[in-house]
């Protein structure tokens, strides 16, 4: 039987910027920009006071928005943002 081991390491964010047209994530392999429409439903739906509301977990690898109880992994975030300088 064969075993398969994943070696890919998880998106890790250093930071977050949150603007009107979307957030800017900071990993260690550049800045990625993603629009809210891009999100999900419910941050689409979100006002600006409750998507400026967001903790960033500690290890880095999600953001949580406690005000209308969302939480997107950086990986996917990332996976649909576009790369910036």
């Known amino acids: 039987m064969e ?4 070696t890919d390491k998880p998106i890790l ?4 910027e949150i603007s009107e047209k979307g957030l800017i994530i900071v ?3 550049g800045k990625y920009f993603v629009n809210w429409q891009d999100c999900s439903p419910v ?4 006002t600006f006071a409750e998507r ?3 903790e960033l977990s500690p ?3 999600g953001i949580h928005w ?3 109880d969302e939480d997107l ?3 996917g975030l990332v996976s649909i943002g576009k790369l910036i300088l």
């Open 3 to 6: 075993t398969l081991i994943k």
């Open 13 to 16: 964010a250093t930071s977050v």
């Open 27 to 29: 990993t260690s392999k």
């Open 43 to 46: 941050l689409i739906k979100a």
């Open 52 to 54: 400026a509301r967001w």
């Open 59 to 61: 290890s880095g690898y």
């Open 66 to 68: 406690p005000l209308i």
């Open 73 to 75: 992994s950086i990986g």
